[in-house]
């Protein structure tokens, strides 16, 4: 089979297409034919050697992807039959033409949802739905900001504090990008690059702050986070785009509003059963509980935003669009038909 490739880490002009190994279903485990794979920060990441997969996981990039069912491991439980139409979070292998993916992984695709969009959704909407209701326990009413509004986990988490009946208040980078994010149904956004959104945020809610943060920029936001973060407010760390470093008494302004750090990754470590469990929770938690309010006609209805397909050939000039950061939600590999 086809699948995206690098020799060695670096810019994404080592990516290439590659033929390799077809895998073989495992245990409990489903084969996917791959339709289309959304790219991820931490494809860009890996590529460049800086986030290995986790122990036993293919070391091909993608992890997400959407399809239909090639073929059944041993110990599968009769969820899936062949060619039903499925899409999944992987620990990596979604840029190739096929994918083995453990049963409970899997979701359906909603009906009259293409491929291409429902590959917008595993990644993206699984992080904003685990940061917000495993994580951040978010309640009725409350605030959030959303750092990177414009991204895919961004776009999701908007909806999804909508669906949650809290008030979704975001940042990015461009007035197209803030206003994407209204579209999306963020109650206001501000400028990171031209004004004060520690200022901006306290002003629209009346010098109270935001219950919770989702942040994935880290130590350079760190004071401006904390200014904004109300009383017992929550902030929710899950990237480091800034890097990590803080400088300043982070620790006496976190008491003085006894507030609380989080820190979150989706990616899991290994194959081990503690984290195997995690993600199956989590899948069955977002299919019960989101994945009805895709199909057509519901209210609220949820939209994966697509910014962008290029075909698994371009797997490279997609890298460099995601690193300029002109993506507004999410960038799709279509694989050969």
Known sequence: M????FDCPGGPENLYVKEVMKPHPGEGEVLMKVSASALNRAD??????KYPPPKGASDILGLEAAGSVAGL??????????GDAVMALLSGGGQAEYVSVPEGYLMPVPKEM?????????EAWLTAFQLLHFVGKIQQGERVLIHAGASGIGMAAIQLVRLAGAIPIVTAGTQEKLKATASA??????????????????AFTQGSGVDMILDCVGGSYW???????????????????????????????????????????LRSRDKEASDSHQCERL????????????????????????DSVYPLHKIAEA????????NIGKIVIEMPA
């Open 44 to 49: 860009l990441l890996q590529r460049r050697g």
């Open 73 to 82: 491991g041993p110990g599968c439980r009769g969820r899936w039959k062949m």
């Open 114 to 122: 293409t491929f291409i969009q429902a590959a917008a959704i595993p």
């Open 2 to 5: 086809l699948a995206a490739y």
């Open 223 to 265: 004071e401006k986070n904390l200014n904004c973060l109300s009383t017992d407010g929550r902030w929710i760390i899950y990237g480091l785009l800034s890097g990590g470093e803080v400088h300043g008494d982070l620790l006496t302004r976190l008491l003085s509003k006894r507030a609380s750090i989080h820190t979150s990754l």
């Open 319 to 326: 890298h460099r669009v995601m690193e300029e950061n002109k």
């Open 185 to 202: 149904g963020a109650a206001a956004g501000f400028n990171y690059r031209s004004e004060d959104f520690s200022e901006k945020v306290l």
């Open 283 to 306: 899948v069955k938690a977002f299919t019960e509980d989101a994945l009805p309010y895709f199909s057509r006609g519901t209210s609220p209805h949820l939209q994966p935003v697509v």
